[in-house]
């Protein structure tokens, strides 16, 4: 799995030159690795016992569930739910001090996160070194629409090894990017709350119908859940 993901070309992620290159990148990420532990990888031992130890997080469980089977979804929480009650629920008494700090391991842990975080980084090593040496990529960096915010400091941070000078142009790319729709997005914002003013009826809602939701997405690297019409009141 690991050769698999960290051979995805980087430039594909960066062609279609839509949204956060990112975010595609974390959800191609994500569907491959979904797509494997509920195919072939799932009866593998290896993995069902990294899936048993780690389990899933809530936008992980959704995943597997829309991309596997029923049945293979099934037997992946088969073993889960019993390695849970083996900690959570031992037969033995066991004292609380031993059995809190196993709950409290569990609150937080997803197999695909972890994973994902391991193979992002390679990635973005990948990403930084063909963006100091290949001119080519570096304008279709820069030809990105924007840089979401989480992904812009996970960027920033990649970055850090490469020389003083190429820090500074690297930031200046980058900083551009998520700065410069930042800066429009704000405004956009702001003309979406005008247009509830009685002074701006009839007004031109221009770019700001959508502004809720793109600035969620941009503050968040997700699509948010739930829409409503620029003009529809609160439920």
Same mark, same amino acid.
């Given at each position: 799995?690991?050769?698999?993901?960290?051979?995805?070309?980087?430039?594909?992620?960066?062609?279609?030159?839509? *949204?956060?290159?990112?975010?595609?990148?974390?959800?191609?990420?994500?569907?491959?690795?979904? #797509? %494997?532990? #509920?195919?072939?990888?799932?009866?593998?031992?290896?993995?069902?016992?990294?899936?048993?130890?780690? *389990?899933?997080?809530?936008?992980?469980?959704?995943?597997?569930?829309?991309?596997?089977?029923?049945?293979?979804?099934?037997?992946?929480?088969?073993?889960?739910?019993?390695?849970?009650? &083996?900690? @959570?629920?031992?037969?033995?008494?066991?004292?609380?001090?031993?059995?809190?700090?196993?709950? @409290? $391991? $569990?609150?937080?842990?997803?197999?695909?996160?972890?994973?994902?975080?391991?193979?992002?980084?390679?990635?973005?090593?990948?990403?930084?070194?063909? !963006?100091?040496?290949?001119?080519?990529?570096?304008?279709?960096?820069?030809?990105?629409?924007?840089?979401?915010?989480?992904?812009?400091?996970?960027?920033?941070?990649? @970055?850090? *090894?490469?020389?003083?000078? &190429?820090?500074?142009?690297? %930031?200046?790319?980058?900083?551009?990017?998520?700065?410069?729709?930042?800066?429009?997005?704000?405004?956009?914002? #702001?003309?979406?709350? $005008?247009?509830?003013?009685?002074?701006?009826?009839?007004?031109? !809602?221009?770019?700001?119908?959508? @502004?809720?939701? $793109?600035?969620?997405?941009?503050?968040? &690297?997700?699509?948010?859940?739930?829409?409503?019409?620029?003009?529809?009141?609160?439920?």
């Amino acid at each position: 799995m690991r050769e698999d993901l960290c051979s995805i070309p980087i430039h594909d992620v960066f062609l279609p030159k839509d *949204g956060c290159p990112f975010c595609r990148m974390r959800d191609m990420l994500e569907d491959r690795m979904a #797509t %494997y532990i #509920t195919g072939a990888a799932m009866m593998e031992p290896d993995v069902r016992e990294e899936t048993n130890r780690l *389990g899933f997080c809530e936008e992980h469980f959704n995943q597997i569930l829309a991309r596997g089977s029923r049945l293979s979804v099934a037997l992946i929480l088969e073993s889960l739910l019993a390695e849970i009650r &083996s900690e @959570a629920f031992p037969k033995k008494a066991a004292p609380l001090k031993k059995v809190l700090p196993t709950l @409290a $391991r $569990r609150k937080d842990s997803c197999f695909i996160c972890e994973n994902l975080e391991k193979n992002t980084a390679h990635l973005l090593e990948t990403m930084v070194d063909l !963006w100091q040496k290949d001119p080519e990529f570096r304008t279709l960096y820069q030809e990105q629409e924007y840089i979401c915010f989480p992904h812009y400091l996970q960027v920033l941070e990649a @970055a850090k *090894g490469l020389p003083k000078k &190429s820090v500074s142009l690297f %930031y200046e790319d980058t900083t551009a990017l998520a700065g410069k729709y930042l800066a429009a997005l704000n405004e956009d914002v #702001t003309h979406f709350c $005008r247009m509830f003013d009685y002074r701006s009826t009839g007004s031109d !809602w221009g770019n700001s119908k959508d @502004a809720i939701e $793109r600035s969620i997405r941009f503050l968040t &690297s997700r699509e948010p859940q739930d829409r409503q019409k620029a003009d529809e009141k609160n439920r």
